[in-house]
């Protein structure tokens, strides 16, 4: 094979290649290997009919979804669903620190005095601070917590008659105007099934200069004179509404010399705690500015968790008694720990009351504050990603020292699993892969794998492609992803990476990869973002590895299989809750759809992948059958809409 210059694909961003790219002959040499389990052999009949959910059955009218999408071609907003400035109620106070203070004051008389005796983690607990208001439910009232039974193959979706809902969701991010991870599809995922289920669902975040401004649709200004308490003055803000495919946003924009939302990127600047704590607030002062009273506020992450925390010692007091807060943790490395400044600066007044181990102060910190533990504390209800990762959290050590305030709080904790957009992530439609397919139409399949091969210049052979999508950060396993590529040459397959770090270290090191491997027909690394390609490059895959060290949900292995593409994941977290080993399960086998192993270490990927590719390769009808199996999950929204519904009408109740 002749050598050949494998650039980047157009349209990757994010990409910081450390010194001049030199390209250097590095192919691994192949070996063959792996050995076929005897259980690879059992036959795999097929599942039952899916009950797919797409765009089409919704319009058709499909009864479980009362309300038409809006469309997703640029629309300017009619004039009835996009909200006019509205005038400002009369506010307890005339300046933002009186207000501060009444609301304050009140909440003092509500609250459970701090106890008197050393503070012992876990012991002599009073309730959290807004228990007059939210007692927390038994377990017999616990909403319906399905993922117990693990994953099933796509049902008919129950369908249950309910009052609609007021939701509005706080978040940092917004998938696809501004994504950063999982997060950004989650929010626009769930807004959007809670809209089709006939809630009235609004979203409001930064309005950041770094976003997809060219998948917004009639945006413009609505509100332009917030005054955001700070620092016991105030910033002026304008907000703006604009539909970002169909999702009623409001984008907040401060006007300060801060500029804490224009610098070109979401995260990654010194003052983050301080720029989303004053978001959090922005959009609680716009809630209460603009008179909206929805029934359930859903925040994210520790970025959004003090929304809470502001909502019954701030705005509760002053008469916004209607909301629920629903706290959604994607991932609970990340908790904004920082010092009191950030309690100054928000008109959380009272460093001694914050400071309480019941309330925000770290769990190992006595010297700071942490918004992530604020936000389980205050929270009428606390859910993060997956059912197994709400429990790893709670009882395994993996929330990062938070495992005590989880313990105390577990009554209104509880895991829902992502689910996907079946439009944006859909083999019969996306407008990113050249030929269509379904579960009944495969063979298109690989027509996009052989399109993948073009746009990557890998050779167009017999082997399976086993790729990677995602951050290349020590929570995806680094160290496993560089051995799957190498495992996989080994193993006669090709290997495909699209992934970036923020760490230059690590981008580096890939970098250094990509290089070794850049005259490699059967290998390709892209390194940086490239949502356009990540679709290509999950239609023509044969396999996704994820062998994450930690993973509160993981999106990748539900995108891969929608495509049809065999997840070999490690058994942790979401991974363990949605793919079934095809030889290790209990299930039926028509149930089994991925590979799965246990330890982190080389010889725990080998054993899946091992056995993937022998399968792949020895056994090609029982390969498909997987597939198949894979494809006929309903990894959709319908599932956690409805458990996320539950919660909301459990919260609403109490
Ligand atoms: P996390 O939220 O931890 O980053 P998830 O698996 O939950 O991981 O979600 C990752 C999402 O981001 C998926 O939609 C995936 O396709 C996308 N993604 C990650 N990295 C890239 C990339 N380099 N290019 C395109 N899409 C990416």
Known sequence: MPAKPKPQAAGTTNITAPGKADPASGSASPERGGTENPAITAAIPSPPPAAARTAASEAAGDPIHPIAEAPAAPVEPVEETVPEPVDLP????TTADSRVESGTAAVEAEMPPPPSQAEVPGENLPESPHAPEWSPPVA???PESRPEVGPQPAQQPHIQHRPALFVVHITPELAPVAKVGGL?????????ELEIRGNHVEIILPKYDCMRYDQIWGLQRTFDDLWVPWYGGAIHCSVYFGFVHG???????PHSQDNFFNRGAVYGFHDDILRFAFFSRAAMEFLWKSGKHPDVIHCHDWQTALVPVYLYEIYQPMGMRHPRVCFTI???KHQ???GAQVLHASGLNRPEYYFHYDRLRDNHNPHAINLMKGGIVYANFVTTVSPRYAMEAKDQGQAFGLEPTLHIHHMKYGGVVNGIDYDVWNPETDPHIPVHFNVDTIEGKYADKKALRDRLLLADNEKPIVSFVGRLDPQKGIELIRHALFYTL???????LLGSSPDGAINGYFWGLKRQFNDNPDCHLEIGYNEELAHLVYAGSDMIVVPSRFEPCGLTQLIAMRYGTIPVVREIGGLADTVIDKDFSHRPLHERNGYVFRDYDERGLESALGRAIACYYQYPDHFRELMKNAMRYDYSWNHPGQDYLNIY?????K
């Not at 950004?184 to 959007?192: E, H, P, S």
């Not at 009408?649 to 109740?653: A, G, H, K, L, S």
């Open 649 to 653: 009408d459990y919260i609403r109740e």
């Open 336 to 338: 904004g720990v920082t």
């Open 90 to 93: 009369e506010a307890a106070g």
């Open 140 to 142: 017999a009232e616990m």
């Open 490 to 496: 080994g193993q006669s397959g090709q290997f495909v």
């Open 184 to 192: 950004a599809d989650v929010v626009f995922g769930l807004g959007r």
């Open 247 to 253: 999702r009623k946003c409001f984008f907040i924009e």
């Open 330 to 332: 994607h991932n609970f």
